[in-house]
């Protein structure tokens, strides 16, 4: 019988370890870990061209609930970094709209990302790094049948607060 290597949890303390060291980063630019990233996920379908984005849209692309999204849609509402703007063809809709303060703070999370990664990959060599994402990959395929699902790292704020 194979001996229990308590892999989960040291997925776990990785996984926090990470959204610490990207929650003090971005600390500094006034937002919070899933704003960080609904920031990035929001400019680079901005960048590809694919326009116009709906929160609906959103949901389904990253497989969260309707409540999630909205409350830090709103949050990165208040701060300027985007506002919603009434659909022509359907005045239900709301387009989400990227303002120039969204797209000006894209490079900065980028960095604090690019910052967060060579912490991580510190005295790794190049074969090491590729070879950390390839069992990472397969890891993934075998928990999820091959059917990987984006997991991103949305909570609530007070549980970003708490990181």
């Not at 929001?42 to 326009?51: E, H, Y």
């Not at 809709?93 to 690019?114: G, Q």
């Not at 990959?137 to 790292?153: D, M, R, S, W, Y």
Request: proline share 3%.
């Amino acid at each position: 019988m194979r001996q229990i290597q308590h892999v989960g949890r040291l997925f776990r303390q990785a996984e926090h370890a990470i959204a610490q060291e990207i929650h003090k980063h971005h600390e500094a630019l006034g937002i919070t870990v899933s704003q960080g990233y609904l920031l990035m996920y929001l400019s680079r379908r901005v960048l590809a061209g694919d326009t116009p984005i709906y929160a609906k849209d959103v949901e389904q692309d990253l497989g969260l609930r309707h409540s999630s999204i909205s409350g830090v849609l709103q949050r990165l509402e208040a701060k300027g970094f985007l506002f919603f703007e009434t659909d022509d063809g359907d005045r239900r809709c709301k387009k989400i709209v990227l303002t120039e303060k969204a797209m000006e703070i894209r490079h900065k999370i980028e960095d604090n990302i690019r910052k967060t990664e060579e912490k991580i990959f510190r005295g790794m060599t190049p074969q090491e790094e590729a070879e950390f994402f390839r069992l990472l990959q397969k890891a993934t395929e075998n928990l999820t049948e091959g059917k990987a699902e984006p997991h991103p790292p949305f909570c609530t704020e007070q549980e970003e607060d708490a990181l």
